[in-house]
């Protein structure tokens, strides 16, 4: 089956510094890549999509400036927190997309769990 | 706008059978998908369904009305593993997936 694996699996950072979480799809190409993030008991909120190459879409709410995407091949896609705050903290998962059979199903990742202190 | 709705929780005895019901307002539709998600972990893929009826994968089952907007995943004798929240998600015309809250489903012995 598809695997798509996320580093870091966990990370803690001081309140005002970056972090940068990568997303890769390691047996397919993904032609979309999503990031969603989860607060806890409560459901996906997708957070942005992004196409290789492209620049990611972002769904409202959801700073653009604060939370940089990249996607830069059909195997790697990065979410940089900037300046993260407490309220950051949050279990991040990205998922890829791939046709398979005729239809597109999304692969997720194990998640990275953000804690900003 | 879209929708997706699904109760909130439901609770089961280990061995019954249960069923999850999950009804959608999508802009489009391109199959309407299942997921098994565990307290800390990202949800794993338990069906997909397409075409109208019923889909069976073991114990695991689910089932699509399209003129409806409906469908269930049906679990069968239940494991106390199954405990865990259950999503639904339907795929719009522009092949987003559009998620419900999920449904925490609570086993006991």
């Known amino acids: 089956g598809a695997v798509v694996s996320q580093h870091p699996s966990w990370v803690i950072c001081k309140s005002g510094t970056s972090v940068k979480i990568e997303c890769r799809s390691l047996d397919f190409q993904a032609t979309t890549m999503f990031w969603y993030r989860q607060f806890p008991k409560q459901s996906l909120m997708l957070m942005a999509t992004s196409n290789e190459g492209s620049k990611a879409t972002y769904e409202q709410g959801v700073e653009k400036d604060k939370f940089l995407i990249n996607h830069a091949s059909l195997t790697l896609s990065t979410l940089t927190v900037t300046s993260a705050h407490p309220e950051d903290s949050s279990f991040y998962i990205c998922s890829a997309s791939s046709e398979r059979e005729g239809y597109y199903e999304q692969y997720f990742g194990p998640g990275t769990r953000l804690t900003v202190t | 706008g879209q929708n997706i709705d699904q109760p909130t929780e439901m609770t089961a005895t280990e061995g019954a059978i249960v069923q999850i019901n999950c009804t959608y307002q999508?802009?489009?539709?391109?199959?309407l998908f299942w997921y098994q998600q565990h307290a800390g972990e990202a949800p794993t893929f338990l069906s997909y369904?397409?075409l109208d009826g019923l889909e069976e994968k073991g114990r695991f089952s689910s089932f699509l009305s399209r003129s409806k907007g409906y469908s269930y995943l049906l679990l069968k004798e239940l494991q106390m593993k199954d405990s865990a929240s259950y999503l639904c998600?339907?795929?719009?015309?522009?092949?987003?997936?559009?998620w419900g809250a999920g449904t925490k489903l609570i086993i006991k012995p």
């Open positions: 998600a339907a795929m719009d015309s522009n092949y987003q997936l559009i």
């Open positions: 999508t802009s489009g539709f391109n199959g």
């Open positions: 369904n397409v």
